[in-house]
């Protein structure tokens, strides 16, 4: 496992154009539920995976995925690991949507890479959750 997140964490960095973080990111899973109290207490929102301050919480649910699946999602939030390292957490929408859209983009890229297709872009949705359409 470590040694996939070290590779997946190389990329992420490349992608990004930032240097490899020396320290790992901590990787730990949970049940879907502990996800949801976190990130959609209200709604019933089917969250996959969260990365706060160096710690990426992955649903259980993500090991009952196919494993392209699940490492995709991996890279998605290494990607928000390494925004954390290099500094850049943007706290307005704008930023965060921008965040967002880097991390969509290697992880839809790493699909295609890996034969997934699944059809239009993706959006899993976490954005939606910390900003609405109307508080830009
Ligand atoms: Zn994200």
Redesign the pocket.
């Known amino acids: 496992m470590n040694e996939k997140i070290a590779m997946l964490l190389t990329l992420a960095s490349q992608f990004l154009s930032q240097p490899v973080p020396h320290e790992m990111p901590t990787v730990d899973y949970v049940p879907q539920k502990v996800l949801q109290q976190k990130l959609c207490p209200q709604k019933n929102c089917k969250i996959e ?3 706060e301050s160096g710690t990426i919480l992955l649903s259980n649910t993500t090991l009952e995925k196919d494993e392209v699946i699940h490492d995709s999602i991996l890279l ?2 290494l ?2 690991y390494v925004q954390h390292k290099s500094g850049k957490i943007l706290n307005t929408c704008a930023g965060q949507r921008e ?2 859209d880097q ?2 983009a290697l992880q839809e890229w790493y699909l295609n890479d890996n034969g997934v297709y699944l059809g239009g872009p993706i959006r ?1 949705g ?2 939606e959750l910390i900003c609405s359409e109307s508080s830009n």
Do not use: G, L
């Open positions: 995976a969260v990365h998605h939030e990607v928000h965040m967002e991390a969509y899993f976490a954005t």
